[in-house]
């Protein structure tokens, strides 16, 4: 495959029918390498006893704008098993952290530096964007031992716009098995349209619809490589379960909107002060 990428017909038709699509060796080792140790220099410099999820008062309130301002910072999240009864971590704070975003993307130079490549730009011209702009960022890490679950979901809920144009980029930074959390997806669910949208209001983030009961024989499991990428479509029913074995699984991901031919909701949760920059023009 080309440096701007050219897919071939049978994995466009593959993406088309199944709503998602793995790259083999999309990240060279050292696109992974300098990821990983700008993240471990992330972590090292991220002290967390500023952070106001600690705040005794408001919380709810404290929470939420530390999760609506991270659509334009580089903000840490915890997993909800790193805490004991106690109230602090139970392992160092390396191995405590679910996420990073949701602007690594735009502010930090290593992960900009992937994230507005020719290869993702390239791909992204592929799948015929116009004038996309990655609306998020994240590192997630899926600790070992207390790696949250990701339900089942459609990125398209939370990054709507009219018409829907979502696509999840998912970067493996790690081997991805079943033994420790690989994605899982509903083949051809993509097809079926968008099940709920997560709105912002007055107080908060909820869903307009709970969600559907899915059945876990519906899914497949995604084991990639280190330096694969999974093309996600926006409608695709996907998931990831708990990490209970001993080794992490790192990943990026991004998120990509078209800007051209659509509309931003004014209700999604992400609501940026100065306007994302897209890639490219066409
Ligand atoms: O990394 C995971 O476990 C889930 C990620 C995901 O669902 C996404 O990036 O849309």
């Known amino acids: 495959m080309g440096i701007a990428g050219t897919l071939s017909s049978d994995q466009l038709e593959f993406f088309n029918s199944q709503g998602y699509l793995v790259i083999e060796s999309f990240a060279s080792p050292e696109d992974i390498d300098s990821m990983r140790k700008r993240m471990d220099k992330l972590l090292d410099d991220f002290d967390y006893t ?88 994240m590192y997630i890490f899926k600790q070992p031992g207390i790696g949250g679950e990701v339900v089942p979901h459609q990125d398209n809920s939370f990054l709507y716009t009219e018409p829907t144009t979502c696509t999840g980029l998912w970067l493996a930074l790690e081997d991805a ?22 709105l912002r209001g007055e107080n908060g983030v909820y869903f307009d619809q709970p969600s559907p009961s899915y059945d876990q024989k519906d899914f ?26 001993s080794k992490s699984r790192h990943a990026y991901s991004l998120h990509v909107v078209d800007t051209d031919g659509c509309k931003w909701a004014p209700e999604n949760w992400i609501r940026r002060k100065v306007e994302p920059e897209p890639l490219y023009a066409s």
């Open 220 to 245: 497949v499991p995604i084991e990639v490589k280190a330096g694969s990428l999974v093309l996600i479509h926006g409608d695709l029913i996907h998931q990831s379960f708990e990490n209970q074995s």
């Open 177 to 198: 098995t079943i033994i420790n959390g690989c994605l899982w997806a509903m083949p051809g669910s993509h097809k079926n349209g968008l099940v709920r949208r997560f």
């Open 50 to 137: 500023t952070v106001s999820v600690f705040s005794t008062k408001n919380q709810r309130k404290v929470t939420d704008d530390y999760f609506y301002e991270s659509a334009e910072k580089i903000s840490f999240f915890f997993e909800e098993k790193a805490f004991g009864d106690d109230g602090n971590l139970k392992q160092p704070k390396q191995l405590s952290i679910n996420k990073v975003g949701h602007a690594l993307h735009e502010l930090d130079p290593v992960f900009k530096g992937f994230s507005s490549s020719e290869k993702v730009s390239g791909l992204l011209s592929l799948l015929s964007y116009k004038k996309p702009v990655i609306i998020q960022s």
